[in-house]
């Protein structure tokens, strides 16, 4: 059994498309979190959620909004995408929502824009 | 502010060997975790070993441990007998208890030869 599982995988779609990328945790965890890694392989963080609500939001285009309806999925959407958005996205969950719980990755969605 | 240094962009060891890779880190908090993620070319990022900052005892998990100088905010890992598998690149991770979130280094590509 997957513990942070994302679908799509693989991403392929053009510029201006918009589209989401969709993650699961069944860790029983409170607080859950989506990463890029760009193309040097980079790992920057872009959201954060604690019990649906919203805690880090790092300096990300309005283009992708967070979703999360309950706290075992949180969604990401990403409006009229560009060449840039390019990138690998993870999805993380950890237990207990404090900044020192170990934070544990989904498999990663490989996302690329023509 | 938080920062992940890893000095070594790439790293080759000759299977059943032992190599050392490099961490360097700063901050400003008393309480944080650091710690070492894997990532194979699957993409998938896998915990390898953390170290809770308050504790002097060095994290061991089977082949891999760490040296943790918290003076000179170092914190290496030791892989010993190195095997096939562990190609990959390894990156080097913090997250302080204000701060809320993983920050990495650049990573370093391990190559094992057999």
């Known amino acids: 059994d997957t513990a942070v599982s994302q679908t799509p995988k693989y991403l392929v779609t053009q510029m201006g498309n918009d589209k989401s990328i969709k993650c699961e945790q069944n860790?029983?965890?409170?607080?859950m979190y989506w990463y890029k890694q760009d193309s040097k392989k980079f790992l920057k963080i872009m959201f954060s959620?604690?019990?649906?609500?919203?805690?880090i939001n790092e300096t990300v285009p309005n283009r992708f909004s967070p979703k999360s309806p309950d706290k075992a999925h949180l969604n990401l959407h990403i409006n009229s995408l560009e060449l840039g958005d390019s990138a690998v996205y993870f999805c993380?969950?950890?237990?207990?929502?404090?900044?020192?719980?170990?934070?544990?990755f989904g498999e990663g969605s490989w996302l690329t824009v023509v | 502010a938080q920062t992940v240094t890893q000095s070594q962009p790439e790293m080759s060891v000759q299977e059943a060997e032992t190599v050392t890779l490099s961490c360097t880190y700063d901050?400003?908090?008393?309480?944080?975790?650091l710690f070492w993620y894997k990532q194979p070319p699957s993409r998938q990022m896998i915990l390898v070993i953390r170290q809770e900052a308050y504790k002097q005892q060095n994290a061991t998990e089977n082949r891999f441990s760490v040296n943790f100088q918290k003076a000179a905010k170092s914190f290496s890992l030791k892989i010993s007998d190195s095997q096939l598998g562990d190609a990959a690149m390894y990156f080097c991770a913090s997250v302080g208890r204000s701060q809320g979130n993983l920050i990495f280094g650049k990573g370093t590509k391990l190559s094992v030869k057999p």
């Open positions: 860790l029983g965890h409170d607080t």
């Open positions: 959620y604690n019990n649906k609500e919203l805690i």
């Open positions: 901050t400003s908090e008393s309480d944080y975790y």
């Open positions: 993380a969950s950890s237990q207990g929502g404090g900044p020192l719980n170990t934070i544990y």
